[in-house]
């Protein structure tokens, strides 16, 4: 079974840092672009990048440029995403998911709920 | 403010029909696939519809997709409880601004 599981919830403060991830099994993790959507409380998906973990090729969306990082470790297959200096406004669900044919994602990690809270 | 637009609400009873529109442009929509992604209240989306009319393996036919220009729809018939959540569209951008995008959501109610 193709899946993707996402680290748990994160509490933090205001400035700092924090890299939660994405660890995927069942198929070829190498072989297919991940992709990074965030969703804030009580609102829709927006798209923040991919990366296609093979040899690390990242793109990111130009409101998330510059404001995290998208990296990913082949070795065990998982992805990850990276705040330096976080802010209230970091709050949010985080969710990865497997880029298909530059289309479509599917499946989707179980999201990754970062509260930043002073 | 989503590139692609989307019905906030639709609403029908059990048993009836629904569609919930998605419009863009010609960067997106009108020369890309369209895919659609259910969220069901305090979970992850899950993909619907790709490539404008599929559906993956295990997601029923009351469920359809179609698009024309630079519009989609997503249809679904025999409306139960269990299709309230939010429904999304995406497609990729050619354009500079961004490579994916997702319309703003729809909320279905089924009363």
């Known amino acids: 079974e193709v899946q993707l599981v996402q680290s748990g919830a994160e509490v933090k403060k205001p400035g700092e840092s924090l890299k939660i991830s994405c660890k995927g099994s069942?198929?070829?993790?190498?072989?297919?672009?991940i992709g990074w959507v965030r969703q804030m409380p009580g609102k829709g998906l927006e798209w923040m990048g991919i990366?296609?973990?093979?040899?690390?090729?990242?793109r990111y969306s130009p409101s998330f440029q510059g404001q995290v990082t998208i990296s990913a470790d082949k070795s065990i297959s998982t992805a990850y995403l990276q705040w330096s200096s976080l802010k209230a406004s970091d709050t949010a669900m985080y969710y990865c998911?497997?880029?298909?044919?530059?289309?479509?994602?599917?499946?989707w990690g179980q999201g990754t709920l970062v509260t930043v809270s002073s | 403010q989503s590139v692609l637009t989307q019905p906030p609400s639709v609403s029908a009873a059990p048993g009836q029909k629904v569609t919930i529109s998605c419009s863009g442009s010609?960067?997106?929509?009108?020369?890309?696939?369209v895919s659609w992604y259910q969220q069901l209240p305090g979970t992850a989306p899950k993909l619907l519809i790709y490539?404008?009319?599929k559906r993956p393996s295990g997601i029923p036919d009351r469920f359809s997709g179609s698009k024309s220009g630079t519009s989609a729809t997503l249809g679904i018939t025999g409306l139960q409880t269990g299709d309230e959540a939010d429904y999304y569209c995406?497609?990729?951008?050619?354009?500079?601004?961004?490579?994916?995008?997702f319309g703003g959501g729809t909320k279905l109610t089924v009363l």
């Open positions: 998911a497997r880029l298909w044919s530059f289309n479509w994602f599917d499946p």
């Open positions: 069942g198929y070829s993790f190498t072989s297919y672009w």
């Open positions: 990366i296609y973990p093979g040899d690390s090729d990242t």
């Open positions: 010609s960067s997106n929509i009108g020369n890309n696939y």
């Open positions: 490539e404008n009319n």
């Open positions: 995406g497609t990729w951008d050619s354009s500079l601004s961004a490579l994916v995008v």
